[in-house]
């Protein structure tokens, strides 16, 4: 469950005029095996659930290709670009969150062979603006006590890491994808809270949804307030395993089924509902500082790309590349260690 169908968006297949028969069934799978694998014992439900998917496929797939090109992610790009320049507050801030980063170390540590000279993903953000009281020239006065809007980025992640562009996108195609049926989880459960009788069934339900989150299904990574380790996926899996399984003995009359269904679909049918994306344009001075268009002062202007949802889940994401020169080593706790045994 937890791992990617690598064939589920290749690179010949990301029209929608090409997905043929055999990808929409995976796909159709895919949706039911994350969210409730006892609608399977509806007769109707692949032709029900044929055109949502189409619908949801094609929406993630232009949402990501929609991302611009990737950019840099160094300290010489610190230094050069104002973009980057925005998102860390120092050279060393940069180095110390891409050093940081658990998604880039599990993926080295994966490696069978040697690192590839750059990595590709997602870098994602939260974007905090808050108002504070600052100074401002004005003609040749200084005026003091100014209010102004300082921007910041924080809870810094990178996912959907590959040795290459093109299939860094795909990745984040099927993380997208992926999200989606994560959301009608969480409905199906909410739902099913609502009903007293069917309380055992929803804490199995959201047991479900914890052991995804856990493996940083779909989004999760870059939902996340903290960097975490990723727990190991076969013992998550069998986890999931063992929770379907259980699901499958519960007793579950065909109008519960149906609802779970019907969530199915209302997701996938609107799946720009429930991830979206915008352009995000800021006008920074060199101290973050927000300025308007009408405003003299020199400022740089950058342009984000804004990953969000009806949940009101936000992030501030752009493509990246980060030089394996420029990843620093992680540190070694056991030999640091041996030094106070």
Not at 218 to 224: K, R
């Amino acid at each position: 469950m937890l791992r990617f169908l690598g064939s589920l968006f290749t690179s010949t297949q990301e029209q929608p005029s090409a997905f043929d028969d055999a990808l929409i069934e995976k796909a159709i799978d895919r949706a039911v095996a994350g969210t409730d694998q006892r609608i399977r014992a509806l007769r109707d439900y692949k032709r029900l659930l044929r055109e949502p998917v189409v619908k949801a496929m094609t929406h993630v797939i232009e949402l990501v290709d929609a991302l611009p090109p990737p950019l840099p992610i160094s300290p010489q790009a610190f230094s050069e670009n104002p973009t980057i320049r925005a998102l860390f507050v120092s050279k060393e801030h940069l180095g110390k969150v891409v050093g940081g980063f658990n998604s880039i170390s599990d993926y080295l540590s994966d490696l069978s062979v040697l690192p590839p000279d750059d990595i590709y993903g997602l870098l994602t953000m939260v974007r905090d603006e808050r108002k504070v009281f600052g100074m401002e020239l004005d003609g040749e006065n200084l005026r003091r006590d100014v209010l102004q809007v300082a921007v910041n980025f924080s809870s810094h992640r990178f996912i959907g890491i590959k040795d290459n562009e093109v299939d860094s996108r795909r990745e984040l195609k099927i993380r997208a994808f992926d999200f989606l049926l994560q959301k009608t989880l969480e409905r199906i459960a909410n739902k099913r809270s609502n009903r007293v009788e069917l309380d055992r069934e929803r804490r199995l339900l959201q047991q479900k949804l914890e052991a995804l989150k856990a493996g940083q299904w779909g989004l999760g990574a870059m939902m996340n307030d903290s960097e975490s380790v990723r727990p190991k996926l076969a013992t998550l899996e069998e986890k999931i395993n063992a929770i379907d399984a259980e699901l499958g003995l519960f007793s579950s009359d065909k109008l519960s089924l149906e609802q779970s269904l019907s969530h199915v679909i209302d997701t996938l049918s609107n799946p720009q509902d429930w991830l979206s994306t915008r352009e995000i344009r800021l006008r920074l001075d060199y101290r973050g500082i927000k300025l308007d268009d009408a405003s003299p002062t020199t400022a740089n202007e950058i342009m984000l790309t804004e990953l969000y949802s009806c949940t009101g889940e936000k992030r501030s994401v752009l493509l990246g590349r980060i030089a394996s020169s420029d990843i620093p080593e992680q540190p070694d706790i056991w030999n640091a260690a041996k030094i106070y045994l």
